[in-house]
């Protein structure tokens, strides 16, 4: 053997003889999920962009404005549900 592989070795058997254990302690805090306001907009956002694509001649316009409109109706109803859910 080399001397680069007995140094190696010596290395490696004075941090193994000099190891410590210790414990630790995590908590985890649980997730809260999303809105129903957030997902009635993410919902109506992709509804309206489809609808207002297929409806109108521009195809990029209507779908801006359809994404747009679509979730804003779909964050107030979710908001409307998020409501009754607080009052039950």
């Known amino acids: 053997m080399n ?12 941090v193994a003889s000099h190891t410590t254990t210790s414990t630790t302690t995590t908590t985890t805090t ?10 009635g907009a993410l919902i109506g956002a992709g509804a309206g962009a489809i609808t207002g694509a297929a409806v109108s001649k521009k195809k ?5 404005i359809g994404g747009l409109a679509g979730a804003a109706v ?4 979710g908001a409307i549900i998020d ?3 607080k009052k039950q």
Not at 3 to 14: C, D, G, I, M
Not at 60 to 64: C, L, M, N, Q
Request: net charge positive.
């Open 83 to 85: 409501d009754k859910k």
């Open 74 to 77: 779909g964050a107030g109803t």
């Open 60 to 64: 990029g316009e209507g779908a801006i």
């Open 30 to 39: 649980q997730r809260k999920g999303m809105s129903s306001a957030a997902k």
């Open 3 to 14: 001397a680069v592989t007995l140094q190696r070795e010596a290395a490696a058997r004075s």
